[in-house]
């Protein structure tokens, strides 16, 4: 098999292993993150000298959250993925990793948002534990209501931000796949190149 194909292949199992751990191992990653941005908030307000500052980094992350997965998926897009090889192998995947974080932790939390929406439509607002679907369309339509009203208290952004932040995340779907396939080819390409040199003639 070519060895584009064998990479391609490893991208795709490597998206399928993702998702099944993060359905196995969600909560320990929801600890995870919020321990992370904890920490960023406290070093952000030791470094400003005001506490302030680190609780407007939490509020920001969590009531403006959509804005903040739109300007990630932008950041993506505008440079051409997330792995890039220019700077070394094992850079590029520490990059990678960063920026996944950042896009990773607005989609976490949009997901919290819409988890505990759906929980209160459920049981405010229904009384019927059958409806989930329901519930679920409740949640999503107070969540960008929510969305909107925060974008225009907080920020100078138009009404429909919030809207336009989950097409670019669409959009930036494919940069976001790519470099799992990158570095699988990448640690292929690798592996042929020692197999060749090594190979007696």
């Known amino acids: 098999m070519p060895w584009k194909a064998v990479a ?3 991208g795709g199992m490597g998206a399928r292993v993702g998702w099944t751990l993060f359905t196995k191992l969600k909560f320990l990653l929801f600890g995870l993150i919020f321990s ?3 920490i960023n908030a406290v070093l952000i307000s030791i470094e400003a000298s005001d506490p302030g500052v680190g609780v407007k980094y939490i509020g920001d992350k969590w009531l403006l959250v959509t804005e903040q997965l739109g300007q990630h998926s932008n950041d993506i897009i505008n ?3 997330l ?3 220019g700077e070394g192998f094992f850079k590029g995947v520490w990059n990678l990793m960063k920026d996944l974080y950042w896009l990773f932790e607005s989609l976490i939390i949009i997901y919290i948002w819409l988890k505990v929406l759906s929980f209160v439509a459920l049981h405010m607002i229904l009384w019927d534990s059958s409806k989930t679907a329901v519930a679920y369309l409740i949640a999503i339509g107070i969540f960008l ?3 909107v009203v925060t974008i225009l208290a ?4 138009p009404l429909i931000t919030p809207f336009i932040a989950f097409w670019d995340f669409i959009r930036a779907i494919p940069y976001i796949f790519k470099p799992i396939t990158n570095i699988a080819e ?3 390409g690798s592996g042929k190149d020692l197999l060749e040199n090594n190979t007696i003639t």
């Open 79 to 81: 440079q051409g993925g």
């Open 145 to 147: 209501s929510g969305q």
């Open 154 to 157: 907080f920020t100078d952004k």
């Open 83 to 85: 792995y890039d090889g």
């Open 8 to 10: 391609k292949r490893a």
């Open 186 to 188: 990448k640690l292929m």
């Open 36 to 38: 992370i941005m904890l």
